[in-house]
């Protein structure tokens, strides 16, 4: 089936409305796609009988000193990963689209979208949130795939629809990893050879802290603490700050899924350990799911 790409809102609507019936799955990315961005749309089609993604930059999520500018576009490229995927509309509208000038109403992330990742990008959520939300208006989808490599992100997208009773079901994916753990995103193409190195520390601490939780069946101990759990991940992230270029910690946490508190001893369940870095002139973020 043919790819159609709707470059403005009223290119859109058509493009949908000529989709026909069935269930329609929206995959909302900013573009330079990679392996990740491959198997949320592979989800999506398990999901739902037509798939549509959006590439889009989003201006509002952005800080005034973060990468909006060099951010990468590859949208030739990005374009034929949709066709090789199946997907039957792209949406990739401008900013000048997106946004009306004089925009007024914004979506706030709440105290969630202000802590962990949200301390370090002020307003980074209150944009993504306000995006999404549009997405969904525009493209009025049954379901939406996002990944679990944003795990934050996801969790404020299940709250966003649950307390605003969107009608889309929200479906999270796991992570995409290089074969020597790396999360793939697409700010690894920032990286440079030395910079990939100090870089899989992130993975490394995580699997230090998964291991300590005796999640591999082998070093650790069903029933530990959250705070052996986050040293283990510590003493692998202390390590490659002494690396060149050294690799300097954003936050490490131990989080309830849902609300991104720190999780305390009494915690059973899920925990999401998560970490933030700067490698370079990159940041890098990564989680693993831990069950305690
Ligand atoms: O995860 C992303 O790529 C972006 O935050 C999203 C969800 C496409 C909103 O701009």
Redesign the pocket.
Known sequence: MDLTVATDRAALVKARDALGPGRIALV???GALHEGHRSLMRLAREHADHVVV?V?V?PL?FGPDEDFGRYPRTFDADLRVCEEEGVRVVFAPSAEDMYLPDRQVAVSAGAMGGVVEGAFRPGHFD??LT??LK?FNLVQPHVAV??QK?AQ?LAL?RRMVADLDVPVSIVGAPTVREPDGLALS?RNRYLSEADRRTALALSRALRAGAARAGMTGTAGTAGARPAEILDAARAVLEEAARFDPPLLLDYLILADPATFAPVGDGHRGEAILAVAAKVGATRLIDNMVLTL
Do not use: E
Request: glycine residues 12%; charged residues 5%; negative net charge.
């Open positions: 909302p990315t900013m959006s889009f989003n999520q944009g993504v995006v999404v997405l996002f990944g944003d992100q997208i697409s």
